[in-house]
């Protein structure tokens, strides 16, 4: 039996078994193939760092391909319109290799700005005025008299866009107006995008222009949550079927424990009781070592980068609630802010949309990411000098 190591503990990488996203792919499967206009065309996901984002895009991005949907993928950092259009347009002439049909035989946006005569093999490497909406139209109409020339259904087009920022605003509202364009013309074309609350959250309340905000305000809204305890249990065992390797029951269910309901942690738990047990079994003990590694694991490869998304006063905020064994009382928080309650209020606010905290009861917020707590508090005097 191969025993390679199943689990795959790095960021937008897919894991071995993708637990507790069972209902999102099938919204989204049963909207690519049901057609233009279908609701959940236009998807998307939030969810704080390490929920799985990312791997859910990668997942809806297979779903398409294995239909034969043409799939471009970007991230959202400046330049990332222009940076599709130059993949729909390299799409495009891939798919005209060969063709002795000139442009505008074909009549295709590209023929006016390519020159009289042109063909697919006369086009230049870059377009500068080829704009996104231009070769997204274009594709699909290629598409279509292609598919209409060899008798088959026309597919359609995914664009996933994952880390959506409020920084590319401007981007994004030209990329939504392109979008709406395109679904109110009834085009195959189906979008994903993906970022982290706190990131998503302006560029939704943003009143400049009316474009992103009613396109991105209307999509189908997918908020990742943890997943429950009987899925944490499948992502544990069920990828160890394919190797000589399975867990105890003790050491299952600390394991199980320890990731609470968290998806990056079942990887990193399952990575590190994988890599650390000598035999065929894991147990306690080897439970017990990995689960400590992962703690420290998911310090450097999500608590870190979820404060750095930070302001000082929020990380000041969750430093005040570290010093707590459970909840913590908000207006306990803002005295030992020196903040008045309504004031404090505006970082608790902040604190839940991004999902570093939730609300136990009224007046009462505790840690949502596992073990933020114990980061916190280990890195608590280099944070407080970034702070003074
Ligand atoms: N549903 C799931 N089941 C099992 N493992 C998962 C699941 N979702 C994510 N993972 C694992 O968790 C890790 C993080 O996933 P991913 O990178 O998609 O998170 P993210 O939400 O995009 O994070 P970030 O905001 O930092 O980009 C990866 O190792 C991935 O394999
Ligand atoms: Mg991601």
């Known amino acids: 039996?191969?025993?390679?190591?199943?689990?795959?503990?790095?960021?937008?990488?897919?894991?071995?078994l993708l637990v507790g996203r069972d209902d999102y792919i099938e919204d989204f499967t049963y909207a690519l193939d049901n057609g233009p206009g279908t609701h959940e065309r236009t998807t998307l996901i939030t969810g704080t760092r390490g929920i799985g984002k990312t791997v859910l895009l990668n997942h809806f991005g297979d779903k398409a391909r294995e239909r034969g949907w043409f799939l471009f993928e970007e991230t959202a950092t400046p330049g990332f319109v222009n940076r599709l259009r130059d993949q729909v347009y390299q799409q495009i002439r891939t798919l005209g290799e060969g063709s002795r049909k000139t442009l505008k035989a074909l009549n295709l946006n590209i023929a006016t700005l390519g020159g009289v005569g042109a063909t697919f093999d006369t086009l230049p490497d870059h377009l500068p005025n080829y704009t996104l909406r231009m070769a997204l139209q274009d594709l699909l109409n290629f598409q279509?008299?292609?598919a209409t020339h060899i008798r088959q259904e026309p597919s359609g087009i995914l664009i996933t866009v994952d880390e959506l920022h409020y920084n590319v605003l401007a981007e994004t509202r030209d990329f939504g107006a392109v979008l709406q364009h395109l679904t109110r013309d009834n085009e195959n074309i189906a979008v994903a995008v993906a970022g982290i609350p706190s990131?998503?959250?302006?560029?939704?309340?943003?009143k400049e222009g009316e474009n992103p905000v009613t396109f991105l305000r209307r999509t189908n809204r997918v908020e990742l949550d943890k997943v429950s305890t009987d899925e944490v249990r499948r992502g544990l065992v069920i990828p160890l079927?394919?190797?000589?390797?399975?867990?105890?029951?003790?050491?299952?269910?600390m394991a199980i424990d320890a990731c609470g309901g968290y998806p990056f942690m079942i990887q990193l738990?399952?990575?590190?009781?994988f890599r650390y047990s000598e035999t065929n079994t894991i147990t306690p003990d080897v439970a017990q070592k990995g689960i400590a590694k992962a703690q420290r694991k998911l310090g450097q490869l999500v608590h870190e980068p979820a404060l750095n998304d930070l302001s000082d006063i929020d990380r000041t905020y969750l430093l005040h609630m570290a010093q707590n064994e459970g909840e913590s009382s908000t207006s306990e928080i803002a005295a030992k802010l020196k903040k008045t309650v309504q004031y404090a209020n505006t970082y608790r606010t902040r604190l839940l949309e991004a999902q570093l905290i939730h609300q136990t009861?009224?007046?009462?917020?505790?840690?949502?990411?596992?073990?933020?707590?114990?980061?916190?508090?280990?890195?608590?005097a280099s944070m407080i000098l970034d702070y003074i």
């Not at 190591?5 to 897919?14: D, I």
């Not at 000589?244 to 003790?250: G, I, M």
């Not at 738990?269 to 009781?273: A, K, L, T």
Request: proline content about 9%; some cysteine.
């Open 144 to 146: 279509k008299q292609q």
């Open 241 to 253: 079927d394919a190797t000589d390797k399975s867990w105890d029951t003790v050491a299952l269910k």
């Open 361 to 380: 009861r009224q007046g009462y917020v505790d840690f949502e990411l596992p073990y933020l707590r114990e980061y916190l508090r280990e890195h608590e």
């Open 1 to 16: 039996m191969p025993n390679k190591n199943p689990f795959k503990a790095s960021s937008g990488t897919t894991p071995p």
């Open 269 to 273: 738990v399952g990575d590190w009781c």
């Open 199 to 206: 990131s998503v959250k302006p560029i939704l309340a943003s």
